[in-house]
């Protein structure tokens, strides 16, 4: 960890010019994907899967994540959205348009047929037929089983999935027969027919688990080592595209294509991910060709500009961007960490908001690709005009943000900094350590500092994001990034508060509460028909922003980038991800 200062000058002109000057961007590729192949996915069994001999596949990642499991037991803070796809298969599939298609099933349950019953009093029914002769990695054959076994992992409180949907509205699951799992709801849930939340980059959100292999440990009872057991990491079995076939700490994993994967042998046959922490060396990889495709949020907008560059006159690669992810800063607001303790007054945070040149920093980071946002619903979404309308705007007015202030009880002294009762508002404001987010936080820090507000630069290192304790601990404020969508509005209620009780699995850090929000997001899984949902939603955002539950930021273009003679990537709304296909590219 370190920090940083700046000198107090008015830079942020200077900031901007000197961000956009690095940058000429040209227009981004086509953010909406082409439709897929096919409908939906068609299963394949090993006598028809026929092997397509090609290179390994190099795939550039970010950092090095601790579990390769869709659903794990232990919080990080990076996307993992490629890695689950290469290993993990659940119910269904979602497209790059964001369709879900079935994939272990044979057809996905049908609301208000046998396949999903919502009874008199409000329980509800879903059944899932698996298709025949899917197997694992190791070959043990799936089985429904799995499933039921996976809900009474998932089920456990300390594991902390417990109370999030799906797992904490379900009352029970069962098998039949090893090709059918029925599960009963407590209350109805919008997206028992995927079993994916909306919103999620990494589904499956109820994955089936291999009894064979963590039955017995689980049944030992200690749940250090079950958490701690290979399975979650090097020694992972799973039933996607791909299987794990070794793993270098510190350097990157290895897998091999699954010749039984359920909808079609992959065509490349293996593929490598490397862990690069560094965006320029990114850069450098695409452009010797020791990497094939940037993945996990590993390029940023200034990387792609220069491959644009290099590619173009040599038609030698494509440079995706489209917008995925949403951007914010957290304000702590639990008492035991807070610091200063005004960061839990509203009239603060709103003070704050004010303070803030969002525009300007959009501009410098993104030079006119980044779109402000005011809470996680992006633009692209249906329902956005609506929603839009119920959120409380902070535009930039720093008269707004010293009235907040003064109502507040602070006044500035001499040396321009807010104090109250001789106490100086003094605060930390942490982010991930790369170019971009530090270029960021000098923004946003040297705005917050010039409006009166001491501002201090903490930078993690990236080898830190799963530092769960730390990165939920934190005093001040915190600048993170999430899939945009209803997801990460709804992962803002109390019960989500990362805690050592939960192994800070919660997705709160912030610590904020509303009980009148976690009643509106608590209903909102629930609620089928789509008036009852906009009207839920609408009072989500409207106490979300109004409340200022945190500082909301932009929605950044997720930059993917490949090399020429790679098919197969398309750009993939926020609910998908790109590799959403990743069994069917091929090299040309």
């Not at 579990?67 to 890695?83: D, E, I, N």
């Not at 900094?417 to 991930?432: K, M, P, Y």
């Not at 990460?488 to 509460?513: A, V, Y």
């Not at 932009?554 to 003679?565: D, K, L």
Request: charged share 20%; aromatic share 10%.
């Amino acid at each position: 960890m370190r920090t940083a200062s700046l000198p107090t000058l008015d830079r942020r002109r200077v900031w901007l010019l000197m961000v956009v000057l690095s940058l000429a961007l040209v227009s981004c590729a086509p953010a909406s994907p082409p439709p897929p192949k096919s409908a939906e996915p068609q299963a394949q069994n090993e006598s028809t899967a026929v092997p397509v001999p090609s290179r390994t596949l190099v795939l550039a990642g970010r950092a090095e994540i601790p579990s390769l499991a869709s659903k794990p037991l232990q919080a990080f803070g990076l996307s993992s959205s490629v890695t689950v796809r290469l290993f993990s298969a659940g119910l269904s599939l979602r497209d790059g348009r964001g369709q879900s298609l079935p994939y272990l099933v044979e057809t996905l349950p049908q609301l208000s047929t046998d396949s999903w019953r919502v009874f008199p009093d409000g329980r509800m029914e879903t059944t899932y037929r698996l298709r025949p002769n899917i197997v694992w990695h190791d070959g043990a054959p799936l089985s429904a089983q799995d499933w039921v076994f996976a809900y009474r992992v998932y089920s456990v409180p300390e594991f902390g999935h417990a109370s999030s949907p799906p797992v904490g509205l379900m009352e029970s699951v069962e098998a039949p027969d090893d090709r059918t799992v029925v599960i009963r709801w407590k209350r109805p849930y919008v997206d028992a027919g995927t079993l994916e939340a909306a919103g999620a980059t990494s589904p499956p959100s109820f994955p089936a688990l291999p009894r064979h292999i963590l039955s017995e440990p689980f049944a030992q009872g200690n749940s250090e080592a079950f958490v701690s057991h290979p399975y979650w990491s090097s020694k992972f079995v799973g039933l996607g595209p791909y299987k794990l076939d070794q793993w270098v700490p510190g350097a990157f994993f290895e897998a091999v294509a699954f010749d039984r994967h359920i909808i079609g042998r992959p065509k490349i046959d293996r593929v490598r991910m490397l862990f690069i922490p560094d965006f320029n060396t990114v850069l450098a990889h695409l452009l010797s060709g020791e990497a094939h495709i940037s993945v996990e949020e590993s390029i940023r907008i200034q990387q792609g500009e220069v491959l644009r560059r290099e590619w173009g006159p040599r038609n030698a690669g494509t440079v995706l961007a489209y917008p995925q992810f949403w951007r914010w800063t957290y304000a702590q607001q639990r008492p035991e960490f807070a610091q200063p303790a005004a960061l839990r007054d509203v009239r603060v945070r709103q003070a704050l908001a004010h303070a803030l040149d969002r525009q300007t920093l959009a501009d410098a980071l993104f030079a006119g690709d980044g779109t402000l946002a005011e809470t996680s619903i992006p633009p692209t979404a249906a329902y956005f005009q609506e929603l839009d309308r119920a959120s409380v705007k902070y535009p930039y007015d720093l008269r707004r943000a010293e009235q907040l202030m003064g109502e507040a009880g602070w006044a500035k002294g001499a040396d321009g900094v807010w104090a109250q009762a001789g106490q100086r508002f003094a605060t930390d404001l942490s982010i991930l350590q790369s170019p971009q987010n530090e270029t960021e936080m000098a923004i946003m820090a040297d705005g917050w500092r010039q409006a009166g507000f001491d501002v201090r630069e903490v930078v993690w290192a990236a080898s830190l994001s799963s530092d769960a304790p730390l990165r939920n601990q934190h005093p001040g404020l915190s600048t993170t990034s999430g899939p945009a969508g209803e997801s990460t509005l709804i992962e803002h209620r109390t019960i989500d508060l990362p805690t050592p009780n939960n192994r800070w699995t919660g997705s709160n850090r912030g610590g904020w509460s509303n009980p009148e929000y976690d009643r509106f997001a608590d209903q909102l899984p629930t609620a089928l028909d789509r008036a009852d949902r906009m009207r839920l939603l609408t009072q989500m955002v409207r106490i979300f922003s109004e409340d200022v539950a945190v500082l909301s930021l932009y929605f950044a273009p997720t930059i993917t980038a490949f090399v020429q003679g790679l098919s197969g990537p398309q750009s993939a709304v926020p609910e998908s991800t790109v590799a959403w296909n990743i069994h069917e590219w091929e090299f040309r």
